[in-house]
């Protein structure tokens, strides 16, 4: 309800009770009613001030009940007081604490400031010293490559001292043995050179378990060979020969593969007539074709100014040994070529007392030779 009509009710309502309660004391009066043992008098005042207080109660009730604010204001008056007094309170410390953090803001905006100027300072001044910082790492990284190389060139001086330190001592170690070779050659007891072959075979396994027969059955022979030249007239009674079990083990499991192989052991040293030990290496390879019949191995031109027998050995030694580099190039095991000796002397003769003119020498093969086989050859010249 608004206040102007809450205030026109007021009005008309005190208006209507004072006229009841004037009227009840008139009758009162008139009626000369007594209460409490009062005079009527007293008891129509009585009653005036009862009609009073009711007027009174009733205004303020009425107020009360249509009035939100009246009733609040009345009953809550203190307590709203008390609470507005502490929101002051509070919204003062709350300015307070505005007008603070303010002026921290304006602090800190202008420390923020400054330091964005010195940063830009910084960076101004940090350029060229990061471009100082890449030039010397850069340098860094150059000498760090620098030294790295240097280091490598060291190590490699040293593995290349070292390598020249070995070959001087092994050189050494080959000149005492050629030195003492030498002498023993001179007094004639030389009787095996270093890489000479003491024995050879050729094997092809039906079985996996006849490797190790294969491999002592060539063992014999070759102790049978070095006992016939390192100490002739005794009985083979033991072990001459020397070769290191992972060789033999190896040679085993080489032989044991599906192919045809020829297996021949050589020594390792020169070995002087009377020694104990014979210490050989083994050598294995698959048994190859190396000619057919018919096969040119070595050509050479015969000048008529050469045809001197001087000349012509020369001429047929060189033709021989180019062959038999030719064989051994197509792996040949071979120690020599095989030819008729006689037919070669009769081609000399022929070529000393033939016309003078250019010949054409040729090695051709006489069969068809594997690694292992002899090669037999033919020597024929051709204008």
């Keep these: ?67 939100r604010q009246l009733r609040v204001g009345l009953f809550e008056l203190d307590a709203l007081q008390e609470k507005l007094q502490d929101s002051r309170q509070q919204l003062e410390a709350a300015e307070r604490e505005r007008d603070k953090t303010q002026t921290e803001t304006k602090r800190i905006v202008i420390e923020l400031e400054q330091s964005q100027q010195r940063a830009n300072t910084l960076r101004l001044e940090l350029a060229p010293l990061q471009k100082e910082l890449a030039q010397l790492e850069a340098e860094r990284e150059r000498l760090s490559q620098d030294i790295a190389s240097r280091d490598a060139d060291i190590q490699r001086t040293e593995a290349e001292l070292n390598s020249v330190r070995s070959r001087i001592r092994a050189g050494e170690q080959e000149l005492k043995e050629l030195e003492r070779n030498l002498v023993a050659l001179r007094r004639g007891s030389v009787v095996i050179s270093s890489g000479q072959t003491l024995a050879r075979a050729t094997v092809r396994l039906d079985a996996l378990d006849q490797a190790k027969q294969a491999v002592d059955r060539l063992l014999q022979e070759a102790n049978l060979n070095a006992y016939r030249k390192v100490r002739p007239g005794e009985a083979p009674e033991r072990q001459l020969i020397r070769v290191p079990r992972s060789d033999v083990e190896r040679l085993q499991s080489i032989i044991r593969k599906p192919e045809t192989w020829v297996i021949s052991l050589r020594s390792a040293t020169n070995v002087l007539r009377g020694e104990t030990a014979v210490y050989a290496f083994p050598e294995v390879r698959p048994n190859r074709p190396v000619t057919q019949r018919g096969d040119v191995l070595a050509t050479t031109a015969l000048q008529p100014g050469e045809r001197t027998p001087e000349g012509i050995r020369t001429r047929l030694n060189l033709l021989l040994a180019s062959a038999y580099a030719e064989v051994q190039r197509r792996g040949s095991l071979t120690e020599g070529l095989q030819f008729d000796g006689s037919a070669l002397s009769q081609l000399a003769q022929t070529l000393m007392e033939g016309p003078s003119q250019s010949v054409v020498l040729e090695v051709i093969s006489a069969g068809v030779s594997d690694s292992a086989d002899p090669v037999v050859v033919t020597i024929q010249a051709s204008p």
């Design 1 to 67: 309800m608004s206040g102007w009509a809450l205030i026109l009710v007021l009005l008309v309502l005190g208006g209507v009770l004072s006229t009841l309660g004037d009227r009840l004391g008139s009758r009162v009066g008139k009626a000369r009613l007594s209460l409490f043992s009062m005079r009527p008098r007293r008891t129509a005042v009585l009653i005036t001030v009862l009609t009073g207080s009711l007027i009174s109660a009733l205004s303020l009730g009425l107020m009360l009940l249509v009035s």
